[in-house]
Nanobody, 114 residues
Framework: VQLVESGGGAVQPGGSLRLSCVVS????????MDWYRQAPGKERELVAT???????YYSDSAKDRFTVSRDNTAKTLFLQMNNLKPEDTATYYC?????????WGQGTQVTVSS
């Protein structure tokens, strides 16, 4: 099983980034997919979730700024992040859940700074 994130980088406040996570080794279309993030010195926190039937959930900090989506044909998870703030600086992780199993990507760094 592999989850490979990309799309992170450094942006100024107010900027946008689109994260991607390409998944292999699981039946992607039935997996519940999440984006988590972890800032230095803080616990990993859930940012957004999308289920196999495209139900979405967002943390309060992500609501109205971030959009989670998935492409089941390409087996790819996305996170569109707009109006980024310095407090969004963190390593962002892709997470897959299927039955009793769960898998993590290696993370992609997002830095928001002027």
């Amino acid at each position: 099983v592999q989850l490979v994130e990309s799309g992170g980088g450094a942006v100024q406040p107010g900027g946008s980034l689109r994260l991607s996570c390409v998944v292999s080794g699981i039946v992607f279309r039935v997996a519940i997919m999440d984006w988590y993030r972890q800032a230095p010195g803080k616990e990993r926190e859930l940012v957004a979730t999308i289920t196999s039937v495209y139900t979405t959930y967002y943390s309060d900090s992500a609501k109205d700024r971030f959009t989670v989506s998935r492409d089941n044909t390409a087996k790819t998870l996305f996170l569109q992040m707009n109006n980024l703030k310095p407090e969004d600086t963190a390593t962002y992780y892709c997470h897959a859940r299927g039955g009793a199993d769960e898998y993590w990507g290696q993370g992609t760094q997002v830095t928001v700074s002027s």
